[in-house]
């Protein structure tokens, strides 16, 4: 399993990492940082530690890549204007780690 790095990475005070992880296969996508104990409804792309898709080449979706399931879109903000990636509900499942996936 190939795991790249996000160029774009940058740490968030008062954050914990999340293991985001296909929901159909259960094969990890990414590490994410996550602010705050709400619902995991979009990734901000700057907040993504790592994972197993490219995030450098700014995917326009986000596909499994043991089964080829769809489970995020890019789009931008409308309040912010960042770029991020809203995640289809029943496609991951999310669990707290310490450490991010590439160590």
Do not use: W
């Not at 954050?15 to 296969?25: G, V, Y």
Request: hydrophobic content about 35%; aromatic content about 8%.
């Amino acid at each position: 399993m190939t795991v790249y790095l996000n160029p774009r990475a940058r740490k968030v005070r008062g954050s914990h990492l999340l293991l985001i992880s296909c929901a159909r296969c259960s094969h990890p996508i990414a590490t994410y940082r996550k602010v705050g104990e709400s619902n995991l409804v979009k990734m901000f792309s700057d907040r993504i530690v790592d994972g197993t898709v490219d995030f450098s080449l700014d995917p326009g979706a986000v596909f499994c890549p043991g089964c080829q399931m769809r489970v995020a879109t890019r789009y931008t903000t409308r309040a912010e204007g960042k770029t991020a990636y809203r995640l289809v509900p029943s496609a991951f499942h999310r669990r707290k780690v310490n450490a991010p996936l590439s160590d």
